[in-house]
């Protein structure tokens, strides 16, 4: 089945959504990266960040949510204008982004060594460190890589190493 838009015919409204859902979930976590370099960059823009940092702690997942939710809602639902498919992919995979970006942040604050889907927690280091110009990833650490502000370092103190196990829903949660 092929839908038809505008500006040619595309694939299946499963597989364009599909599609529309990966491409949010990559690009949610490069905006996620550079917005979080510019809050290490301007004064204006990083004043709750400086006080994040301070405190070194998240709000609490569902406050996180709710914050990248509003921060990004425009951008959410731009794609319906392109079709109905690719705007429901769209905002759910910003929406899921969302979802995992505020767990993985608050998991990263209160236990880091849950977070199995990065070799180092790059928030966690990032935090632990005063990492000002490195590891600016907060639920994944691709462009960290892509744009050479991974920094590797062994974070696993006798600290971290002897505080009792936790599970993966064992967080605030607001």
Known sequence: MVAEIGFGRWPSPWLMGSLF???AFVFASFVEYWMH???HASVRVGAKHRDHHRRNEGQGVIKEFR???LGSSLAMGVMFFVSMSAG???LAGALVYAAF???AHQLQHENPRKCFWMKMPVHYVHHKYGMWHHNFGLAVDWWDHVFGTYKAID???EDEMNRLPRGYLELRWW
């Open 88 to 90: 429901i992919g769209w």
């Open 37 to 39: 370099r510019l809050m």
């Open 101 to 103: 970006s505020a767990y």
């Open 21 to 23: 859902f990966v491409a």
């Open 155 to 157: 974070w696993l103190s």
């Open 67 to 69: 914050d990248y939710v």
